[in-house]
């Protein structure tokens, strides 16, 4: 059985059309063409937009000349007022500014540190856990919350403080479902900063609460009191180049999104991957072998190779960012084709993953094909879960950890069926999550 699949529109789309589908969600608002095409413009008389799947095309972009695709202002519009100048949304010289203080932070002796916390917090998702149906997205959600609760500002989700901030979240993300995929349809301006009050509301009191465990955090450094986490190392890294700080008006802005890109996009990844492995159980057997290897010491990671296969074949199929926004700042000659300033030029991960010209068996659940000559070249050339070149995800050796540990636990405790009656269905969210 192939895993579930959004369909794609059939058919031209007018832009009222375009519009009310792309609401709806993208994945099924785009043509079926996209999985084939190596370049396609989605072109309505108010924007035009590319989205590149040429392979040489999104190298360019991404890791040759990243500077000059730089994220677009219609993305940042409506992400702003709940992350600010945060590293996702800035360009040029204050985001690498930003990217030399974080990068430290997440450097794998980092890893290594952070692996015990994020063992108990998977011991917190276990106890959870009680026979009978579950709503496993949000489970998912909680303990991606709890990895970074922990690893961040030590602080669990138990908390209340953190508690606190993980519901303003989940809010928010039912408030303004949509909002970072704004700048593919090149909205206008008004409506991308449009908030809805319940959107506000949230975005005022999460800012809050982040900004009360900053000045905290702050304060037990002057102190030489606080402890040694994620927190304390980007708080206390000087920029090698200047050699100063963020200064903690900035860092709320840092912690605002390591929450948002820390929980949303794991807690995607991991309930995608339960989904698989529900409709597949053979692989729930085939862990079999290595479910009594994982351990709170970070080393028993590398024995996990099946699991690993299974959680990198979840991101191909599901990625929880399903597409990136950029824009030409100057005008540019992309597939032999002449285009302005200001174009949008969309990565997409989604169809990337799934194109039929690129792999083999592009829509099937397979993850053994990670040793086959087809599936290992993909890999190195149109893998871009975490994106690529300098833009990269900083936290992509820290969430492959917390996904791969998290699928060993569960299943080294549980089996998993799915309930009949609760098939799920992709959507395009803040990342992908399920309709239902
Ligand atoms: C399965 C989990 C994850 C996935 C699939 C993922 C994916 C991505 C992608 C695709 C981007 C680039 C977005 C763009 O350029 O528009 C990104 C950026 C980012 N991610 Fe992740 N991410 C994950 C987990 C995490 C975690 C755990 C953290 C932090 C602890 C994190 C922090 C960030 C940050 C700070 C950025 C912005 C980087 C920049 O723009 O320079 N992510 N992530």
Redesign the pocket.
């Given at each position: 059985m192939k895993p579930v699949k959004p369909k794609s529109r059939q058919g031209r789309a007018g832009v009222i059309r375009f519009a009310r589908g792309f609401r709806s969600d993208i994945l099924s608002a785009l043509p079926e063409k996209l999985y084939r095409a190596w370049m396609a413009e989605l072109k309505t008389p108010f924007f035009k937009s590319i989205v590149a799947k040429d392979p040489a095309l999104v190298k360019l972009v991404s890791k040759q000349r990243p500077l000059d695709f730089p994220?677009s202002d219609y993305?940042g519009d409506g992400l702003r007022p709940l992350l600010g100048d945060?590293?996702?949304l800035t360009n040029g010289p204050k985001?690498q500014r930003?990217?030399r203080i974080?990068d430290p932070a997440?450097e794998g002796g980092r890893l290594r540190h952070s692996y015990p916390l994020m063992y108990d917090a998977a011991q917190g998702l276990l106890d959870r856990l009680t026979t009978g149906p579950h709503e496993f997205e949000e489970l998912a959600s909680a303990y991606?919350a709890d990895v970074?609760f922990r690893?961040?500002l030590s602080v669990p989700i138990v908390t209340e403080i953190a508690h606190d901030i993980f519901q303003e979240f989940r809010k928010h993300q039912a408030a303004q479902p949509i909002v970072n995929l704004g700048g593919i349809l090149r909205l206008p301006r008004w409506m991308t900063r449009f908030y809805r009050p319940a959107a506000r509301k949230s975005v005022r009191r999460i800012r809050a609460l982040i900004t009360e465990l900053t000045r905290n955090r702050a304060r037990a450094i002057a102190d030489g009191t606080a402890p040694q986490d994620?927190a304390t190392k980007i708080m206390t890294t000087p920029d090698p180049e200047t050699g100063k700080c963020f200064d903690w008006d900035e860092m709320v802005d840092?912690v605002a999104?390591?929450f948002l890109?820390?929980?949303e996009?794991?807690a995607?990844?991991i309930g995608w991957a339960l989904y698989l492995l529900v409709v597949h159980p053979e692989w729930q057997d085939r862990f079999c072998s290595e479910r009594q290897m994982v351990s709170d010491d970070f080393s028993s990671l590398s024995e996990l190779s099946q699991t690993r296969a299974v959680f990198r074949e979840t991101?191909r199929l599901y990625?929880?960012?399903p597409m990136?926004?950029r824009e030409t700042c100057q005008s540019e000659n992309l597939r032999n084709r002449q285009y302005d300033r200001g174009l949008q030029v969309v990565i997409s991960?989604w169809h990337l993953h799934r194109h039929q010209r690129l792999w083999d068996n592009p829509d099937g659940f397979d993850p053994d094909r990670w040793s086959t000559d087809n599936g290992r070249q993909c890999l190195r050339d149109v893998y871009?879960?975490?994106?690529a070149g300098?833009?990269?995800?900083?936290?992509?050796g820290?969430?492959?950890s917390?996904?791969v540990l998290a699928l060993a636990m569960l299943v080294r405790q549980h089996r998993f069926e799915l309930c009949p009656d609760r098939l799920p269905q992709p959507v395009a969210r803040l990342t992908v999550r399920s309709k239902n």
């Amino acid at each position: 059985m192939k895993p579930v699949k959004p369909k794609s529109r059939q058919g031209r789309a007018g832009v009222i059309r375009f519009a009310r589908g792309f609401r709806s969600d993208i994945l099924s608002a785009l043509p079926e063409k996209l999985y084939r095409a190596w370049m396609a413009e989605l072109k309505t008389p108010f924007f035009k937009s590319i989205v590149a799947k040429d392979p040489a095309l999104v190298k360019l972009v991404s890791k040759q000349r990243p500077l000059d695709f730089p994220k677009s202002d219609y993305l940042g519009d409506g992400l702003r007022p709940l992350l600010g100048d945060s590293v996702f949304l800035t360009n040029g010289p204050k985001w690498q500014r930003q990217r030399r203080i974080i990068d430290p932070a997440f450097e794998g002796g980092r890893l290594r540190h952070s692996y015990p916390l994020m063992y108990d917090a998977a011991q917190g998702l276990l106890d959870r856990l009680t026979t009978g149906p579950h709503e496993f997205e949000e489970l998912a959600s909680a303990y991606a919350a709890d990895v970074i609760f922990r690893t961040l500002l030590s602080v669990p989700i138990v908390t209340e403080i953190a508690h606190d901030i993980f519901q303003e979240f989940r809010k928010h993300q039912a408030a303004q479902p949509i909002v970072n995929l704004g700048g593919i349809l090149r909205l206008p301006r008004w409506m991308t900063r449009f908030y809805r009050p319940a959107a506000r509301k949230s975005v005022r009191r999460i800012r809050a609460l982040i900004t009360e465990l900053t000045r905290n955090r702050a304060r037990a450094i002057a102190d030489g009191t606080a402890p040694q986490d994620l927190a304390t190392k980007i708080m206390t890294t000087p920029d090698p180049e200047t050699g100063k700080c963020f200064d903690w008006d900035e860092m709320v802005d840092q912690v605002a999104i390591f929450f948002l890109a820390g929980h949303e996009t794991s807690a995607s990844a991991i309930g995608w991957a339960l989904y698989l492995l529900v409709v597949h159980p053979e692989w729930q057997d085939r862990f079999c072998s290595e479910r009594q290897m994982v351990s709170d010491d970070f080393s028993s990671l590398s024995e996990l190779s099946q699991t690993r296969a299974v959680f990198r074949e979840t991101l191909r199929l599901y990625p929880p960012v399903p597409m990136m926004v950029r824009e030409t700042c100057q005008s540019e000659n992309l597939r032999n084709r002449q285009y302005d300033r200001g174009l949008q030029v969309v990565i997409s991960p989604w169809h990337l993953h799934r194109h039929q010209r690129l792999w083999d068996n592009p829509d099937g659940f397979d993850p053994d094909r990670w040793s086959t000559d087809n599936g290992r070249q993909c890999l190195r050339d149109v893998y871009i879960p975490f994106s690529a070149g300098p833009r990269v995800c900083p936290g992509a050796g820290f969430a492959m950890s917390e996904g791969v540990l998290a699928l060993a636990m569960l299943v080294r405790q549980h089996r998993f069926e799915l309930c009949p009656d609760r098939l799920p269905q992709p959507v395009a969210r803040l990342t992908v999550r399920s309709k239902n």
